[in-house]
Protein backbone atom coordinates (compact mmCIF):
# COMPACT_ATOMS: atom_id res chain seq x y z
CA UNK A 1 0.00 0.00 0.00
CA UNK A 2 3.19 2.30 0.81
CA UNK A 3 4.49 1.50 -2.49
CA UNK A 4 1.30 2.42 -4.30
CA UNK A 5 0.41 5.68 -2.17
CA UNK A 6 3.96 6.93 -3.29
CA UNK A 7 4.06 5.90 -6.94
CA UNK A 8 0.69 8.05 -6.96
CA UNK A 9 1.94 10.44 -5.27
CA UNK A 10 5.74 11.26 -7.02
CA UNK A 11 3.71 10.38 -10.28
CA UNK A 12 0.77 12.56 -12.29
CA UNK A 13 -2.77 10.93 -13.03
CA UNK A 14 -4.07 10.53 -15.91
CA UNK A 15 -6.41 13.17 -15.67
CA UNK A 16 -3.51 15.56 -14.96
CA UNK A 17 -1.77 14.34 -18.32
CA UNK A 18 -4.82 15.43 -20.59
CA UNK A 19 -5.37 18.46 -18.95
CA UNK A 20 -1.45 19.41 -19.46
CA UNK A 21 -1.49 17.94 -23.15
CA UNK A 22 -4.92 19.71 -23.85
CA UNK A 23 -3.38 23.17 -22.02
CA UNK A 24 -0.15 22.69 -24.29
CA UNK A 25 -2.40 22.24 -27.48
CA UNK A 26 -4.41 25.29 -26.59
CA UNK A 27 -1.56 27.06 -26.35
CA UNK A 28 0.11 25.92 -29.66
CA UNK A 29 -3.37 27.07 -31.31
CA UNK A 30 -3.38 30.30 -29.59
CA UNK A 31 -0.22 31.21 -31.20
CA UNK A 32 -0.78 30.00 -34.51
CA UNK A 33 -3.51 32.19 -34.51
CA UNK A 34 -2.10 35.28 -33.09
CA UNK A 35 1.03 34.78 -35.65
CA UNK A 36 -1.79 34.87 -38.52
CA UNK A 37 -3.62 37.64 -36.83
CA UNK A 38 -1.19 39.81 -36.73
CA UNK A 39 1.40 38.66 -39.83
CA UNK A 40 0.80 41.67 -41.76
CA UNK A 41 2.60 43.43 -38.32
CA UNK A 42 5.10 41.33 -38.31
CA UNK A 43 5.27 42.02 -42.76
CA UNK A 44 5.47 46.14 -42.12
CA UNK A 45 8.78 45.11 -39.01
CA UNK A 46 10.46 43.48 -41.88
CA UNK A 47 9.82 46.16 -44.17
CA UNK A 48 11.65 48.58 -41.49
CA UNK A 49 14.43 45.90 -41.21
CA UNK A 50 15.19 45.99 -44.76
CA UNK A 51 15.03 49.85 -44.82
CA UNK A 52 17.83 49.65 -42.15
CA UNK A 53 19.88 46.99 -44.15
CA UNK A 54 19.60 49.68 -47.04
CA UNK A 55 21.24 52.75 -44.61
CA UNK A 56 23.57 50.77 -42.88
CA UNK A 57 24.53 49.46 -46.36
CA UNK A 58 25.01 52.55 -47.93
CA UNK A 59 26.86 53.75 -44.73
CA UNK A 60 29.28 50.66 -45.30
CA UNK A 61 29.97 52.58 -48.94
CA UNK A 62 30.60 55.38 -48.01
CA UNK A 63 32.73 54.64 -45.46
CA UNK A 64 34.48 52.76 -47.88
CA UNK A 65 34.98 55.47 -50.71
CA UNK A 66 35.70 58.60 -48.28
CA UNK A 67 37.08 56.65 -44.75
CA UNK A 68 34.71 57.97 -42.42
CA UNK A 69 33.57 55.93 -39.04
CA UNK A 70 30.80 54.36 -39.55
CA UNK A 71 28.27 56.74 -37.08
CA UNK A 72 29.33 59.72 -39.45
CA UNK A 73 29.08 58.17 -43.07
CA UNK A 74 25.57 56.07 -41.41
CA UNK A 75 23.98 59.69 -41.04
CA UNK A 76 25.34 60.72 -44.21
CA UNK A 77 23.31 58.03 -45.81
CA UNK A 78 20.57 58.79 -44.08
CA UNK A 79 20.40 62.52 -44.79
CA UNK A 80 22.25 62.16 -48.35
CA UNK A 81 19.01 59.24 -49.46
CA UNK A 82 16.34 61.88 -48.15
CA UNK A 83 18.30 65.02 -50.24
CA UNK A 84 18.09 62.77 -53.08
CA UNK A 85 14.69 61.66 -52.68
CA UNK A 86 13.61 65.49 -51.87
CA UNK A 87 15.56 66.79 -54.47
CA UNK A 88 14.18 64.04 -57.40
CA UNK A 89 10.55 65.26 -56.49
CA UNK A 90 11.45 68.97 -56.63
CA UNK A 91 12.83 68.68 -59.61
CA UNK A 92 10.19 66.12 -61.19
CA UNK A 93 7.34 66.64 -59.32
CA UNK A 94 5.56 68.72 -60.87
CA UNK A 95 6.26 67.06 -64.34
CA UNK A 96 5.31 63.71 -62.71
CA UNK A 97 2.25 65.83 -60.86
CA UNK A 98 0.38 66.81 -64.10
CA UNK A 99 1.29 63.73 -65.73
CA UNK A 100 -0.59 61.65 -63.19
CA UNK A 101 -3.07 64.27 -63.29
CA UNK A 102 -3.20 63.95 -67.17
CA UNK A 103 -3.26 60.01 -66.76
CA UNK A 104 -5.96 59.97 -64.66
CA UNK A 105 -7.94 62.33 -66.11
CA UNK A 106 -7.39 60.76 -69.54
CA UNK A 107 -7.78 57.32 -68.61
CA UNK A 108 -11.41 56.10 -69.08
CA UNK A 109 -11.79 57.80 -72.63
CA UNK A 110 -8.42 56.02 -73.21
CA UNK A 111 -9.70 52.54 -72.10
CA UNK A 112 -12.77 53.47 -74.51
CA UNK A 113 -10.20 53.94 -76.91
CA UNK A 114 -8.65 50.94 -76.65
CA UNK A 115 -12.06 49.06 -76.94
CA UNK A 116 -12.57 50.95 -80.22
CA UNK A 117 -9.18 49.22 -81.15
CA UNK A 118 -9.27 46.11 -80.26
CA UNK A 119 -12.52 45.76 -81.80
CA UNK A 120 -11.16 46.02 -85.04
CA UNK A 121 -9.28 42.94 -85.24
CA UNK A 122 -10.80 39.49 -84.41
CA UNK A 123 -8.48 38.27 -81.60
CA UNK A 124 -9.07 42.04 -80.26
CA UNK A 125 -13.11 40.99 -80.16
CA UNK A 126 -12.55 37.71 -78.54
CA UNK A 127 -10.57 39.22 -76.02
CA UNK A 128 -13.00 41.98 -75.49
CA UNK A 129 -16.19 39.45 -75.32
CA UNK A 130 -14.05 37.46 -72.91
CA UNK A 131 -13.02 40.66 -69.98
CA UNK A 132 -16.23 42.63 -70.78
CA UNK A 133 -19.03 40.45 -68.64
CA UNK A 134 -20.16 41.67 -65.52
CA UNK A 135 -19.28 38.10 -63.49
CA UNK A 136 -15.07 38.25 -64.94
CA UNK A 137 -15.59 42.18 -63.31
CA UNK A 138 -16.49 40.95 -60.52
CA UNK A 139 -14.10 38.41 -59.91
CA UNK A 140 -11.22 40.56 -61.23
CA UNK A 141 -12.05 43.44 -59.26
CA UNK A 142 -11.96 40.96 -55.72
CA UNK A 143 -9.27 39.43 -57.13
CA UNK A 144 -6.70 42.97 -57.98
CA UNK A 145 -8.45 44.43 -54.00
CA UNK A 146 -7.18 41.26 -52.04
CA UNK A 147 -4.08 41.51 -53.55
CA UNK A 148 -3.65 45.09 -52.99
CA UNK A 149 -5.18 45.49 -49.73
CA UNK A 150 -3.06 47.45 -46.92
CA UNK A 151 -2.59 46.77 -43.17
CA UNK A 152 -3.61 50.14 -41.57
CA UNK A 153 -3.55 52.04 -44.87
CA UNK A 154 -1.44 53.21 -47.22
CA UNK A 155 0.27 56.33 -45.74
CA UNK A 156 -0.20 54.52 -42.41
CA UNK A 157 2.03 51.78 -43.80
CA UNK A 158 4.36 53.47 -45.11
CA UNK A 159 4.89 56.01 -42.09
CA UNK A 160 5.21 52.94 -39.90
CA UNK A 161 7.88 51.30 -42.10
CA UNK A 162 9.47 54.71 -42.51
CA UNK A 163 9.92 55.40 -38.70
CA UNK A 164 10.36 51.25 -37.89
CA UNK A 165 13.56 51.83 -40.01
CA UNK A 166 15.12 54.52 -38.82
CA UNK A 167 14.98 53.24 -35.03
CA UNK A 168 16.31 50.00 -36.40
CA UNK A 169 18.77 52.27 -38.16
CA UNK A 170 20.26 53.79 -34.71
CA UNK A 171 20.61 50.54 -32.90
CA UNK A 172 20.45 47.63 -34.24
CA UNK A 173 22.47 45.77 -31.47
CA UNK A 174 19.87 46.55 -28.99
CA UNK A 175 17.22 44.86 -30.78
CA UNK A 176 19.49 41.96 -32.49
CA UNK A 177 20.73 41.24 -28.45
CA UNK A 178 17.24 41.48 -27.26
CA UNK A 179 16.22 38.60 -29.75
CA UNK A 180 19.21 37.02 -28.69
CA UNK A 181 18.32 36.80 -24.66
CA UNK A 182 15.33 34.47 -25.65
CA UNK A 183 17.32 31.81 -27.34
CA UNK A 184 18.97 29.56 -25.18
CA UNK A 185 22.38 29.82 -24.21
CA UNK A 186 23.80 26.78 -26.19
CA UNK A 187 22.02 28.27 -29.47
CA UNK A 188 22.99 31.58 -29.58
CA UNK A 189 25.91 31.50 -31.31
CA UNK A 190 24.29 29.62 -34.13
CA UNK A 191 21.64 31.95 -34.01
CA UNK A 192 23.81 34.91 -34.63
CA UNK A 193 25.74 33.72 -37.13
CA UNK A 194 22.54 33.18 -38.44
CA UNK A 195 21.53 36.32 -38.02
CA UNK A 196 24.56 38.38 -39.79
CA UNK A 197 24.27 35.40 -42.75
CA UNK A 198 20.43 36.95 -43.00
CA UNK A 199 21.30 40.69 -43.06
CA UNK A 200 24.42 39.90 -45.42
CA UNK A 201 21.77 38.06 -47.79
CA UNK A 202 19.44 40.66 -47.84
CA UNK A 203 21.80 43.70 -48.30
CA UNK A 204 22.98 42.17 -50.91
CA UNK A 205 19.81 41.57 -52.68
CA UNK A 206 18.40 45.54 -51.50
CA UNK A 207 21.50 46.33 -53.59
CA UNK A 208 20.15 44.30 -56.50
CA UNK A 209 16.79 45.62 -56.60
CA UNK A 210 17.47 49.36 -55.98
CA UNK A 211 20.31 48.96 -58.79
CA UNK A 212 17.38 47.53 -61.27
CA UNK A 213 15.03 49.67 -60.55
CA UNK A 214 17.09 52.58 -61.22
CA UNK A 215 18.65 51.26 -65.05
CA UNK A 216 14.87 50.03 -65.92
CA UNK A 217 13.42 53.27 -65.11
CA UNK A 218 15.99 55.34 -67.51
CA UNK A 219 15.67 52.54 -70.21
CA UNK A 220 11.87 52.87 -70.13
CA UNK A 221 12.05 56.51 -70.10
CA UNK A 222 14.38 56.78 -72.94
CA UNK A 223 12.70 54.40 -74.56
CA UNK A 224 9.12 55.61 -74.15
CA UNK A 225 10.59 59.35 -75.11
CA UNK A 226 12.26 58.25 -78.51
CA UNK A 227 8.78 56.31 -79.07
CA UNK A 228 6.74 59.43 -78.51
CA UNK A 229 4.30 58.19 -75.89
CA UNK A 230 2.87 60.72 -73.76
CA UNK A 231 3.60 61.00 -70.39
CA UNK A 232 6.68 59.07 -70.57
CA UNK A 233 8.43 60.50 -67.12
CA UNK A 234 5.45 59.36 -65.46
CA UNK A 235 5.24 56.09 -66.90
CA UNK A 236 8.96 55.53 -66.32
CA UNK A 237 8.44 55.97 -62.80
CA UNK A 238 5.91 54.25 -62.18
CA UNK A 239 8.34 50.68 -64.13
CA UNK A 240 11.41 51.66 -61.88
CA UNK A 241 9.03 51.48 -58.22
CA UNK A 242 6.77 48.74 -59.57
CA UNK A 243 10.70 46.77 -60.83
CA UNK A 244 10.75 46.22 -56.71
CA UNK A 245 8.19 43.34 -57.19
CA UNK A 246 10.08 40.52 -58.97
CA UNK A 247 7.86 39.17 -62.00
CA UNK A 248 4.31 40.79 -61.34
CA UNK A 249 5.82 44.48 -60.82
CA UNK A 250 7.23 44.47 -64.84
CA UNK A 251 3.92 42.84 -66.02
CA UNK A 252 1.49 45.84 -63.20
CA UNK A 253 3.70 48.85 -64.60
CA UNK A 254 2.83 47.62 -69.06
CA UNK A 255 -0.60 48.21 -68.47
CA UNK A 256 -1.09 51.81 -68.19
CA UNK A 257 1.91 52.01 -70.71
CA UNK A 258 -0.10 50.05 -72.85
CA UNK A 259 -3.32 52.09 -72.36
CA UNK A 260 -1.11 55.20 -73.28
CA UNK A 261 0.34 53.78 -76.42
CA UNK A 262 -3.14 52.73 -77.32
CA UNK A 263 -4.27 56.69 -77.54
CA UNK A 264 -1.53 56.34 -80.55
CA UNK A 265 -2.64 53.47 -82.17
CA UNK A 266 -2.34 49.28 -82.17
CA UNK A 267 1.06 49.21 -83.51
CA UNK A 268 2.33 52.07 -80.68
CA UNK A 269 1.04 49.93 -78.00
CA UNK A 270 2.18 46.18 -79.61
CA UNK A 271 5.98 48.54 -80.13
CA UNK A 272 5.62 49.06 -76.35
CA UNK A 273 4.89 45.56 -75.64
CA UNK A 274 7.91 44.54 -77.46
CA UNK A 275 10.34 46.92 -75.77
CA UNK A 276 8.82 46.45 -72.24
CA UNK A 277 9.40 42.80 -72.66
CA UNK A 278 13.46 43.54 -74.20
CA UNK A 279 13.90 45.47 -70.69
CA UNK A 280 12.73 43.18 -68.60
CA UNK A 281 14.41 40.11 -70.41
CA UNK A 282 17.94 41.97 -70.01
CA UNK A 283 17.16 42.96 -66.19
CA UNK A 284 16.17 38.97 -65.61
CA UNK A 285 18.58 37.42 -67.35
CA UNK A 286 22.09 40.26 -67.19
CA UNK A 287 21.67 43.29 -64.48
CA UNK A 288 19.96 41.29 -61.64
CA UNK A 289 21.67 37.72 -62.40
CA UNK A 290 25.07 39.15 -61.41
CA UNK A 291 24.39 41.24 -58.45
CA UNK A 292 21.68 38.87 -56.82
CA UNK A 293 21.99 34.88 -58.22
CA UNK A 294 25.85 34.51 -57.35
CA UNK A 295 24.69 35.61 -53.76
CA UNK A 296 21.86 33.19 -53.01
CA UNK A 297 20.08 30.35 -55.22
CA UNK A 298 16.67 31.63 -55.53
CA UNK A 299 14.31 29.26 -58.13
CA UNK A 300 12.00 31.61 -60.36
CA UNK A 301 9.08 29.04 -59.87
CA UNK A 302 9.71 29.11 -55.64
CA UNK A 303 9.10 33.28 -56.13
CA UNK A 304 6.26 32.90 -57.74
CA UNK A 305 4.50 30.81 -55.69
CA UNK A 306 5.48 32.61 -52.50
CA UNK A 307 4.36 35.75 -54.01
CA UNK A 308 0.88 34.37 -54.92
CA UNK A 309 0.37 32.79 -51.32
CA UNK A 310 1.74 36.15 -49.64
CA UNK A 311 -0.14 38.55 -52.19
CA UNK A 312 -3.84 36.95 -51.94
CA UNK A 313 -3.03 36.40 -47.73
CA UNK A 314 -1.31 39.43 -46.69
CA UNK A 315 -1.80 41.94 -49.76
CA UNK A 316 0.63 44.69 -51.68
CA UNK A 317 2.81 43.62 -48.47
CA UNK A 318 2.52 40.06 -48.81
CA UNK A 319 3.12 40.49 -52.67
CA UNK A 320 6.36 42.80 -51.86
CA UNK A 321 7.57 41.02 -49.27
CA UNK A 322 8.05 37.71 -50.80
CA UNK A 323 10.95 37.59 -52.10
CA UNK A 324 13.58 38.30 -48.97
CA UNK A 325 10.93 35.99 -47.00
CA UNK A 326 12.18 33.57 -49.59
CA UNK A 327 16.00 34.53 -48.90
CA UNK A 328 15.69 34.46 -45.29
CA UNK A 329 13.76 30.75 -45.32
CA UNK A 330 16.95 29.53 -47.42
CA UNK A 331 19.09 31.13 -45.13
CA UNK A 332 17.67 29.62 -41.96
CA UNK A 333 17.56 25.80 -43.62
CA UNK A 334 20.63 25.90 -44.90
CA UNK A 335 22.69 27.05 -41.43
CA UNK A 336 19.75 25.36 -39.29
CA UNK A 337 19.43 22.05 -41.17
CA UNK A 338 21.45 21.72 -44.06
CA UNK A 339 24.75 22.20 -43.00
CA UNK A 340 24.41 20.07 -39.37
CA UNK A 341 22.99 16.98 -41.48
CA UNK A 342 26.31 17.57 -44.22
CA UNK A 343 28.84 17.94 -41.20
Given at each position: ?????????S????????????????????????????F??F?????????????????????????????????????????????????????????????????????????????????????????S?????????A?V??????????????????????????????????????????????????????????????????????????????????????????????????????????????????L??????????I?????????????????????????????????????????????????????????????????????????
Amino acid sequence: MDKQTNGSDSGLSFQQKVWIVCGITALFVILIWFFIATFNVFLLILAGALIALFFHGFANLIEKKLRLTHKVSLLISIISTFVIIGLLFWFMGARIQAQVTELAKTLPATIANAKSQLSTTALGKKLLEKTSSEDVYNKGYAFVSKFFNSTFGVFTDTYIVLFLGLFFTGAPKTYIEGLLQLIPKGAKKGTKETIDKIGFTLTKWLKGQVFSMVIVAILKGIALSLMGIPMATALALIAGILNFIPNFGPLISMFPAILIALTLGINKAILVVVVYLIIQILDGNVITPSIQRKLINMPAALIIIAQLFMGYFAGVWGLILATPIVAILIVVVQEVYVKKINR
